[in-house]
């Protein structure tokens, strides 16, 4: 049982460029998200899904696109990425009503 | 949008000291989680209060939710190096679903 497993770790990319960050959840979690923390602003939410097939937008979506086709996998896609978006994303996941989320170990991007 | 206001930023004690870090909210809220992020590491959930006037202890933690519930609180007793980290409130805007409001974090830095 690995929980919220999110690769890669770190990556460095330069402007214009497109990526992918992955998270996949083992735990049969119906709720995943993704947010980005910076520096003094805590955690703000990009965009979360309620279930395959289901996504909608948080806080911060603009700039990245997301999908849930299956129930272990929500990635994140980086569609022409800028340096404002050097930031460490994380994924999360929690199941039904419990609350808790499980966040992954996180990616630290740096865009150049 | 919603807000969750925390403070105090930075909160530097002797061992032994105690620690409150406070969470505020000019509109009611549904509930609020806590969570704790060591340096590097990823957030970890700790507790979440839903009633008004909630009152949860975990050992040495303790935590408060107002009777209003536009407020919270962490209050740790005779901290300990093990306690130093980042500090979160976060309102879940949709119960369960981890559409999480993060405060901007306490973070405790701790003299041995």
């Known amino acids: 049982n690995a929980g919220v497993t999110q690769t890669p770790k770190f990556q460095v990319l330069k402007t214009g460029q497109s990526m992918t960050l992955q998270c996949a959840q083992d735990?049969?979690?119906?709720?995943m998200s993704w947010y980005r923390q910076d520096p003094g602003m805590g955690l703000r939410l990009i965009h979360y899904?309620?279930?395959?097939?289901?996504?909608d937008q948080g806080e911060v979506p603009n700039g990245y696109n997301v999908s849930r086709s299956t129930t272990e996998d929500f990635p994140l896609r980086l569609l022409s990425a800028a340096p404002s978006q050097t930031s460490v994303y994380f994924c999360?996941?929690?199941?039904?009503?419990?609350?808790?989320?499980?966040f992954g170990q996180g990616t630290r991007l740096t865009v150049v | 949008g919603q807000q969750v206001m925390q403070i105090p930023q930075y909160q530097h004690v002797q061992e032994g000291e105690d620690f409150t870090t406070y969470c505020n909210s000019s509109?009611?809220?549904?509930?609020i989680q806590w969570y704790k992020q060591r340096p590097g590491g990823h957030p970890v959930f700790l507790i979440q209060?839903?009633?008004?006037?909630e009152v949860k202890k975990q050992k040495r933690l303790t935590f408060q939710f107002g009777e209003a519930k536009k407020n919270s609180s962490l209050h740790i007793t005779a901290t300990q190096t093990t306690d130093v980290g980042t500090y979160f409130c976060?309102?879940?805007?949709?119960?369960?679903?981890?559409?999480?409001?993060f405060g901007q974090g306490t973070r405790l830095t701790i003299n041995p």
């Open positions: 999360a996941s929690s199941y039904g009503q419990s609350a808790e989320a499980f």
């Open positions: 735990m049969n979690h119906e709720y």
């Open positions: 899904s309620v279930g395959a097939g289901i996504t």
């Open positions: 509109t009611t809220l549904s509930n």
């Open positions: 209060l839903v009633k008004s006037g």
């Open positions: 976060a309102e879940d805007l949709i119960q369960g679903a981890q559409k999480l409001v």
